[in-house]
Nanobody, 114 residues
Framework: QVQLVESGGGLVQSGGSLRLSCVASGSFFSNYNMGWYRQSPEKQRELVATIASSGTINYAGSVKGRFTISRDNAKNAVYLQMNSLKVEDTGVYYC????????WGQGTQVTVSS
């Protein structure tokens, strides 16, 4: 079983940037398909970006061109660089790991003010 700890959330003005980090415990991190999801009070949890163990990357259409997901297998970490943030990006961002199970972090709050 893997444990995920997110960090890097906060309050930022519209147009600003934040970088989220997610560090995983345990071994075999390179085998995990990793992803970032977000949830706001008005919406169900939605996919933001994923990066597979192969390195294949996918983005939600709403963040494409503004967000960048990356991973560092040596550090058991996955990152989400968020640029040109919009008010509608506000939410709790969750790290997700998939391999022999489905795991979530506790979430980190991102608030974008106008």
């Amino acid at each position: 079983q893997v444990q995920l700890v997110e960090s890097g959330g906060g309050l930022v003005q519209s147009g600003g940037s934040l970088r989220l980090s997610c560090v995983a415990s345990g071994s075999f991190f390179s085998n995990y398909n990793m992803g970032w999801y977000r949830q706001s009070p008005e919406k169900q949890r939605e996919l933001v970006a994923t990066i597979a163990s192969s390195g294949t990357i996918n983005y939600a259409g709403s963040v494409k061109g503004r967000f960048t997901i990356s991973r560092d297998n040596a550090k058991n970490a996955v990152y989400l660089q968020m640029n040109s943030l919009k008010v509608e990006d506000t939410g709790v961002y969750y790290c997700n790991a998939r391999w022999r199970g489905f795991y979530w972090g506790q979430g980190t709050q991102v608030t974008v003010s106008s």
